[in-house]
């Protein structure tokens, strides 16, 4: 079994930044996909963004040019550049085998809040 813990998350005013962290631990054979999900209030949970092991990634088109994903072998960050009101949401990790949206494995969510 793997587990995902995650950090980072807090409150940021618009235009700020914040970096999020998700350490994987337990059964860490080599993971191939790790990625970031959010899911904002009344919303469904969306891809984020995701990293394969070659360092391959995915971004939302909403995210795409402010995000950046990276990966230190079973470590994923995700560095959040001028941030949106519409950013805050609960940010989940995920690890697994498929790409771009890995699903086996879940971290417990952090939240990060943007204020107008």
């Known amino acids: 079994q793997v587990q995902l813990v995650e950090s980072g998350g807090g409150l940021v005013q618009a235009g700020g930044s914040l970096r999020l962290s998700c350490a994987a631990s337990?059964?860490?054979?080599?993971?191939?996909?790790m990625g970031w999900y959010r899911q904002a209030p009344g919303k469904q949970r969306e891809l984020v963004a995701s990293?394969?092991?070659?360092?391959t990634t995915y971004y939302s088109d909403s995210v795409k040019g402010r995000f950046t994903i990276s990966r230190d072998k079973n470590t994923v960050y995700l560095q959040m550049n001028s941030l949106k009101p519409e950013d805050t949401a609960v940010y989940y990790c995920?690890?697994?085998?498929?790409?771009?949206?890995?699903?086996?494995?879940w971290g417990q969510g952090t939240q990060v809040t943007v204020s107008s």
């Open positions: 995920a690890a697994g085998t498929t790409w771009p949206r890995p699903h086996d494995y």
């Open positions: 337990g059964r860490t054979l080599p993971i191939y996909a």
């Open positions: 990293i394969i092991s070659d360092s």
